[in-house]
């Protein structure tokens, strides 16, 4: 029989991952019911519902402007590079993406005949308008060649893309920008290339070899300027040998341990939290 839970959702977006991903896993190990009144609270940065409850609460934010506050949660999840003990797990927005995660795993995996059927040259996928950077290196590529924008933002194919993996895989290369930059702050953008087997162009994390094989991709924090950066995108673009090594190449590093990314790892978090005596699962100053 699964030990039971109480546990609730608060200051969410809407349609974030939490509604399912959380309670899915979680269901792996216990038996969960969601009430209004937890033994156990999940929350973000969308507001402070939070501090209605005294219970254990563990905090979870995938945005680069929000860190967690240790007076007033428990644990945290987060993209920060800390070491807080049991109390922190680092677990960036893109590990709850876990199809697209799987098949990013297998990219390198491509057949040739999968790479001569990569036509098209970069796209631009986005839909918030505000990030100067990103939108810059858009106009900045798009002077060599035209960039595909099949997004709210620069569209310029006349049609909003539905099906964003079908879409990316013609394509040769992808901008996989960042809102922002900030340490440790990787989100799905650059899962999502891999995944289509795609070679990104990435900008947002100034650490992010740290988390994947820089040979995989192309990263602009290796670069003095933009205009650097689009030079080496034309070396690759006009050398089909390099094109297809990079294309070619796993990830991940061999030294990290992919079985305990994602899910695994945060069940390993979590665990002994929903497991020890209820009282002692208190961490915060009360």
């Not at 991952?17 to 969960?32: C, H």
């Not at 491509?110 to 858009?138: A, D, G, M, Q, W």
Request: with cysteine; net charge negative; glycine share 4%.
């Amino acid at each position: 029989m699964k030990p039971k839970i109480k546990i609730k959702f608060t200051d969410f977006w809407p349609t974030d991952k939490n509604s399912y991903f959380f309670p899915n896993l979680l269901e792996t190990k216990y038996d969960i019911s969601i009430s209004d009144n937890p033994d156990y609270l999940f929350y973000s940065c969308f507001g402070n519902d939070f501090l209605n409850y005294d219970c254990v609460r563990i905090f979870y934010t995938g945005e680069h402007w929000y860190k967690p506050d240790f007076n007033l949660c428990d644990y945290a999840l987060g993209y920060d590079y800390l070491s807080l003990g049991d109390r922190y797990l680092r677990f960036p927005h893109y590990l709850m993406y876990t199809e697209d995660h799987t098949l990013a795993k297998k990219k390198h995996l491509i057949t040739e005949k999968e790479i001569e059927e990569k036509v098209s040259f970069c796209n631009f996928i986005y839909s918030n308008p505000n990030p100067y950077h990103r939108n810059l290196f858009f106009d900045l590529l798009s002077k060599y060649k035209k960039v595909d924008s099949g997004g709210g933002v620069k569209n310029n194919l006349g049609y909003s893309v539905g099906n964003k993996l079908q879409f990316q895989r013609k394509y040769k290369f992808s901008i996989a920008f960042e809102n922002a930059t900030s340490e440790g702050y990787t989100t799905e953008k650059i899962i999502q290339a891999f995944a289509a087997q795609t070679i990104p162009i990435y900008w947002g994390n100034p650490s992010i070899s740290k988390e994947f094989n820089s040979n995989a991709f192309i990263n602009c924090h290796d670069f003095d300027s933009f205009e650097d950066v689009i030079k080496r995108i034309i070396e690759i673009d006009n050398d089909k040998e390099l094109f297809y090594k990079i294309l070619k190449e796993p990830i991940y590093l061999d030294d990290v341990n992919q079985d305990e990314l994602g899910e695994k790892q945060l069940l390993k978090f979590l665990s002994p939290i929903f497991d020890s005596n209820y009282d002692l699962a208190f961490r915060r100053p009360r």
